[in-house]
């Protein structure tokens, strides 16, 4: 009678136990993760494909003397990076992304922050973060004023929209509305810009 006691809360004590046949993995359902290489990373967007994977866009300094570059990353559903690159020349502020309807990645950050003539770059990826071309955007033909990017837009015909704001030093207003727009002709085009009302 002992033993069967013995047995029964034996054969009780397993099956209330969680094992990994009764538990879902938590990385199917949540996970935790870093993102990033050497130094500091600052995330600034995210996406969510429609096949569970992700991409990240942020910002990347190695050290506190080096310069600031873009990090984009991509991730699959756990979390795993697929792959992840860092691109800039001088000091670099990434501002948004978007994923276009020709399923190629958008990227527009501010490009030489530190300076006194700041301007915009327009950069587009494949999908597996492989550069395709770039542009850079500026108010005016002399490029005499700093151009900062809040984001991007894609309009229903491909092209795109630049949406941000200009510094005009010696203006009573420094700092106006701006609207620039791109041509997506297989190639980008920056077809002209629009200022709104004064900030």
């Not at 990645?105 to 700041?118: P, Q």
């Not at 973060?129 to 004023?145: E, V, W």
């Not at 795109?160 to 085009?189: A, C, T």
Request: aromatic share 12%.
């Amino acid at each position: 009678m002992i033993l069967r006691f013995y047995v029964f809360a034996f054969l009780i004590f397993v099956f209330a136990c969680d094992t990994a046949s009764n538990i879902k993995s938590p990385n199917k359902n949540y996970f935790i993760k870093y993102f990033g290489g050497d130094g500091d990373q600052r995330a600034v967007d995210l996406i969510v494909n429609t096949d569970g994977t992700f991409y990240i866009l942020g910002n990347s300094r190695t050290s506190t003397d080096s310069i600031q570059k873009v990090y984009l990353a991509h991730a699959n559903a756990q979390g795993e990076v697929i792959k992840q690159i860092t691109f800039g020349t001088v000091e670099m502020e990434a501002r948004d992304f978007i994923l276009t309807a020709d399923g190629k990645i958008a990227v527009v950050a501010n490009v030489d922050v530190k300076s006194a003539n700041v301007d915009v770059l327009l950069y587009r990826f494949t999908p597996d973060l492989a550069p395709l071309d770039n542009i850079t955007l500026y108010a005016g033909a002399s490029n005499s004023f700093s151009e900062y990017a809040n984001g991007i837009t894609e309009l229903s015909n491909g092209d795109f929209i630049m949406e941000g704001y200009q510094n005009r030093p010696g203006d009573p207003n420094p700092y106006q509305e701006l609207h620039i727009k791109i041509y997506n002709q297989g190639s980008l085009v920056m077809a002209g810009q629009g200022q709104g009302w004064q900030q």
